[in-house]
C-alpha cells in the first residue's frame, strides 16, 4: 500500500444499523470501507481477492460460519491479515488469532480507529 491510498477494512456485521454507524465513522476517520452482513459474504470478498488491508468482524453471525471462523478461514487465505474482534454476547470461547484485538459492545468508534492504527492499518486517505 503506497502512502497516499486509504486503508481498506472489511466490516462483517449482522445488525444494519451498527454496520452503518460503524462504517460511517471508520470512512469520517480517513479509511475505505467494505460491508459484509455474513461471514460467508465476507470470505467470498476475500476469497476473490477484494483489497482488504484488516478484518473487523462480529463473533455472532447469521448463517454457517461464525466470526471465529470467519477469522480463521481469513489468515489460512492471507497470513498476516490484521482482526480485530467484537460481540455483545458470545457462548463460545474466545478463540483470537494471533495479534488480534476484541472488543466488547458497546464500543467507542474512537477506540477501534486506535486500534486499527495500532494493528498497521492506520493509513488514513
Known amino acids: 500500500m503506497n502512502a497516499t491510498s486509504a486503508s481498506h477494512i472489511l466490516v462483517v456485521e449482522d445488525e444494519p444499523l451498527l454496520l452503518e454507524v460503524v462504517s460511517a465513522d471508520l470512512e469520517d ?6 460491508q459484509a452482513a455474513t461471514a460467508e459474504i465476507a470470505f467470498a470478498l476475500l476469497l476473490g ?4 488491508d484488516l478484518l473487523f468482524t462480529d ?4 448463517g454457517a460460519m461464525d466470526g471465529w471462523q470467519l477469522a480463521e478461514a481469513a489468515r489460512a487465505l492471507r ?10 454476547f458470545s457462548q463460545t470461547a474466545p478463540r ?6 476484541f472488543f466488547t459492545k458497546p464500543y467507542r468508534a ?15 486517505a
Open 29 to 34: 476517520a480517513g479509511f475505505s470501507v467494505t
Open 59 to 62: 463473533i455472532r453471525l447469521p
Open 79 to 88: 497470513p498476516g491479515l490484521p482482526i480485530i474482534y467484537a460481540t455483545g
Open 110 to 124: 474512537a477506540a477501534i480507529i486506535k486500534a486499527i492504527r495500532s494493528l498497521g492499518a492506520g493509513h488514513a
Open 96 to 101: 483470537l488469532a494471533e495479534g488480534a484485538i
Open 49 to 52: 481477492g477484494a483489497a482488504i
